[in-house]
């Protein structure tokens, strides 16, 4: 029997309202997300992997940062889906799907295999509840530290268009500063083109002027 019948597209919060399970069918995106005070999902939400069908989810306690934000595992039903509850214990039977999921969560990581294979032993001395109590911590700082680098990617790359702009903008007006009387089309016209335009904003920056009567 399903414990739960799921919409399409409806999130929902696996901790809350579900606790371990594995879908009998359709398939669940699982995202990263703070947890605003009224429980709801707040901000962008971070990919992190999906459920198949037959897998099981292991519903981690949301983590708490030293500033008060809290995070969790938010699950969304990729399309109409029905969940079993499960009991995880590490029997014979229940060890290979959590060792499953451990190892998504890893590979997400980036986690290599060997390191895998720790965490697996590990829960020998932790338990599976130690496992869900603690592991959302390190999710959360491998989510924060890959969002950390690609601000700066980011971030130098726009400088690195900023530089090619402002060059190519400086060619430009290096080029159209000596030819500009020789080029003007119409001497009457008081609006300056695009070009002869750009070219004043790279003189202006520069502390320079680029007196143009028209445009080219």
């Keep these: 029997m399903a414990l739960l019948a799921l ?3 409806i999130p929902f919060w696996p901790h809350k309202e579900v606790g371990a399970f594995n879908s009998i069918e ?3 995106n699982i995202y990263h997300s703070e947890v605003a005070e009224n429980g709801e999902a707040l901000g962008p ?3 992190l992997f999906q ?3 037959g897998e099981l989810f292991l519903p981690l306690k949301p983590h708490t940062r030293e500033d008060g934000v809290i995070v969790g595992l938010l699950a969304v039903p990729v399309r109409d889906c ?5 009991s995880p214990k590490l029997s ?5 799907y959590i060792e499953e999921f451990i190892e998504k969560c890893g590979r997400r990581m980036g986690r290599s295999r060997e390191f895998i294979e720790g965490e697996w032993k590990r829960l020998n001395d932790i338990g599976i509840e130690g496992f869900i109590e603690g592991y959302m911590a390190e999710l959360d700082a491998y989510v924060r530290e890959e969002k950390r680098r690609a601000e700066a990617a980011n971030r130098r790359r726009y400088a690195g268009e900023g ?4 060059n190519a903008l400086t060619s430009l007006q290096n ?4 030819k500009a009387e020789k080029a003007v089309i119409d001497e009457g016209s008081a609006n300056a083109g695009p070009v002869i335009e750009a070219c004043m904003v790279v003189a202006k920056d520069d502390a320079q002027r680029l007196d143009v009567k028209t445009h080219v």
């Design 7 to 9: 919409k399409d597209n």
């Design 26 to 28: 359709g398939t669940l």
């Design 45 to 47: 939400r971070t990919f």
């Design 51 to 53: 459920m198949l069908e």
């Design 82 to 86: 029905e969940l079993n509850s499960a």
């Design 92 to 96: 014979t039977a229940m060890r290979p």
């Design 163 to 166: 530089v090619y702009l402002h």
């Design 175 to 178: 080029a159209v500063g000596g």
